[in-house]
């Protein structure tokens, strides 16, 4: 049998492929692909550079003409929730529209976890500055989730940095006892270790930005799931 394809495009400083694998079943291959490279501090304006469609689109176009995926995501959570809902929803129309045959985005498949597990209030926790943040938070209310709690870092710098007990305080301050799911935003935070702990400990589902990338990669082209003890694949 022939076995499902994923293909990644992501910014050019991305750094966690193995933690894409981890979260993947055997019988799923990823492909991975990188927008060109962007100078700055992390913030907006940076963000905005690298999302950019036309820094974005022809990763993808390339990547569907040479590899046809089943489906070709773009794995950045700030980048695609950056502009906004509607055009969340429109990078993933252009991607189709560039050849892909299916396209998604780790802030689309976002909003598809927290309806598959019922949330309808969200705890964040990101490494960005208040204004990323901030902007996490208005896109999230765009859907029609509240947000009970924030935790960042503040971080000009490169999240992938962010030690393990830095990741596990930071998810700690950001829960609520009013959240739903607590959410760990950035797609270059390394997580996929302490998602099924803090779910132990919090009693709740975790969700992280990697983790949902796979996810609904896997479930719009009905490939199997994962089996882990994260809530989300249950």
Request: hydrophobic share 45%; proline share 6%.
């Amino acid at each position: 049998m022939t076995a499902a394809t994923i293909g990644f495009v992501l910014p050019f400083d991305s750094a966690l492929d193995r933690e894409y694998w981890r979260f993947l079943p055997e019988s799923v291959d990823l492909y991975l692909a990188r927008t060109p490279h962007v100078s700055g501090p992390l913030g907006v304006d940076l963000i905005a550079a690298v999302s950019d469609p036309d820094r974005v689109l022809p990763v993808a176009r390339d990547m569907a003409e040479a590899l046809d995926p089943d489906i070709v995501v773009y794995a950045c959570t700030s980048g695609s929730f950056l502009r906004g809902l509607e055009a969340c929803s429109r990078l993933r129309a252009d991607m189709e529209a560039a050849g892909c045959r299916q396209a998604g985005s780790t802030s689309e498949f976002l909003l598809d976890a927290l309806t598959h597990l019922e949330a309808r209030t969200v705890a964040v926790a990101t490494p960005y500055d208040d204004e990323m943040t901030g902007l996490l938070v208005k896109f999230l209310g765009e859907a029609g989730h509240d947000t009970v709690s924030v935790a960042n870092l503040g971080m000009t710098g490169d999240p992938k940095t962010v030690g393990p007990e830095a990741v596990l305080d930071l998810a700690l301050a950001a829960d609520s006892d009013d959240a739903d799911v607590l959410f760990l935003s950035c797609t270059n935070l390394r997580t996929f270790e302490h998602i099924a702990r803090l779910e132990a400990d919090l009693g709740k589902p975790v969700v992280a930005a990697n983790q949902v990338s796979v996810w609904g990669a896997l479930r719009r082209i009905g490939a199997p799931m994962p089996r882990n003890d994260q809530a989300l694949f249950a």
